[in-house]
């Protein structure tokens, strides 16, 4: 047996998609990416999206059209991946690391809401392992406070919260299309907001800082899609529902097959639909010998996060404390649940975790 961790779903629908786009002639920006847009906006529930060439840069674009700059702190998780707090060092803001919730590993509300300061611009929720964040408390303290409101739905594209979906909720949402993401562009992202000026500071934002072609009004960036990549992502958007459900379905299986002791499966919070980017088991002490054992039995695992941003060498000099943060990367691992992962291989997964854990 070999099950990868992670593994992209692309096909021959794919493939002609991008041969169309080839043949056209227009293979930057164009009316691709533009369609691209609409219909991810429809997809979220909101009127506008803008599409990214990276994760990264639609949250750099995001804080920036946001006013995110220098002097400005924003609060961000520090269980996460590292560019929830580097797109905020890209403004030359600085990231304020919030410890986390034990069960959905998301921010804490109350770790959030004990590092707002009069220099406090925004908050960063990261919609972690495809659940939502407490999106109600979040929301809350952002309009208490007056922050901006910056979901990194990077991991949660068709996450769903009390019938709302990931990306609906803040001033900003944004997404990743990386390859091993729920959906893929090969490299891609996207910015949602529900913001007309929002909507038209991000365009600026991610073109060279145009108003108009060939008038810059403000500093911007090349962060724009390309056709090829839209083109992937179209077809992808319209399989991204069946993705969802076969991780739910492996997952699921995974939650009522795995026993053994010592091992946390995955909660789920009320009214929230979890898609599943990763299935993450809580371990403890025997992590790495339980990583081993599937690793020898061609079993795919990962460790999201092993070292808590807030340790990461780059912010040494900025004090944090997130015990829960610390005790998550030194306890998760990641198993396959992408939907490659066929039914025979989901019953050894889990056949293997319970005899060797």
């Given at each position: 047996m070999n099950v990868p961790v992670a593994r992209p779903l692309l096909g021959a629908e794919e493939a002609d998609a991008v041969r169309d786009v080839l043949a056209s002639g227009m293979i930057a920006a164009g009316p691709k990416t533009a369609a691209f847009e609409e219909r991810f906006a429809a997809f979220c529930g909101?009127?506008?999206?803008?599409?990214?060439?990276?994760?990264?840069?639609?949250?750099?674009?995001?804080?920036?059209?946001?006013?995110?700059?220098?002097?400005?702190?924003?609060?961000?998780?520090?269980?996460?991946?590292?560019?929830?707090?580097?797109?905020?060092?890209?403004?030359?803001?600085?990231?304020?690391?919030?410890?986390?919730?034990?069960?959905?590993?998301t921010i804490d509300p109350g770790?959030?809401?004990?590092?707002?300061?009069?220099?406090?611009?925004?908050?960063?929720?990261?919609h972690l392992f495809g659940q939502c964040c407490d999106v109600p408390a979040i929301a809350d303290l952002c309009a208490d406070r007056n922050l901006l409101f910056v979901e990194d739905a990077a991991q949660a594209h068709g996450a769903m919260l009390d019938g709302k979906k990931?990306?609906?909720?803040?001033?900003?949402?944004?997404?990743?299309?990386?390859?091993?993401?729920?959906?893929?562009?090969?490299?891609?992202?996207?910015?949602?907001?529900?913001?007309?000026?929002?909507?038209?500071?991000?365009?600026r934002v991610i073109n060279h800082g145009q108003s108009e072609k060939y008038l810059h009004t403000e500093l911007g960036y090349n962060y724009r899609m390309t056709d090829i990549a839209a083109a992937v992502g179209l077809v992808q958007l319209e399989r991204l529902d069946g993705f969802n459900r076969r991780r739910q379905e492996n997952a699921a299986f995974f939650s009522s097959?795995?026993?053994?002791?010592?091992?946390?499966?995955?909660?789920?919070?009320?009214?929230?639909?979890?898609?599943?980017?990763?299935?993450?088991?809580?371990?403890?002490?025997?992590?790495?010998?339980?990583?081993?054992?599937?690793?020898?039995?061609?079993?795919?695992t990962a460790v999201h996060y092993p070292v808590p941003i807030h340790r990461q060498p780059i912010y040494a000099g900025l004090k944090a404390v997130c015990p829960v943060a610390e005790a998550l990367a030194a306890s998760v691992l990641s198993i396959p649940v992408h939907p490659g992962v066929a039914d025979e291989e989901r019953a050894s997964i889990a056949d293997a975790v319970n005899e060797v854990a």
């Open positions: 909101v009127p506008h999206a803008v599409a990214t060439n990276s994760g990264t840069a639609a949250l750099h674009a995001a804080l920036l059209a946001g006013g995110v700059g220098p002097g400005d702190e924003v609060i961000v998780p520090s269980f996460s991946f590292i560019a929830t707090a580097t797109a905020v060092s890209m403004c030359g803001a600085v990231p304020v690391f919030a410890d986390v919730d034990p069960d959905r590993f770790s959030a809401a004990g590092l707002v300061t009069p220099r406090t611009k925004a908050a960063i929720a990261v990931a990306g609906s909720f803040g001033d900003f949402g944004c997404f990743s299309f990386y390859a091993t993401k729920n959906m893929t562009t090969g490299e891609g992202g996207m910015v949602t907001t529900a913001s007309d000026e929002y909507d038209a500071r991000l365009r097959h795995i026993r053994a002791p010592g091992i946390a499966t995955p909660t789920v919070s009320p009214g929230a639909a979890h898609v599943y980017h990763q299935y993450v088991l809580r371990v403890g002490e025997g992590r790495d010998r339980l990583a081993a054992a599937l690793r020898e039995r061609g079993i795919g």
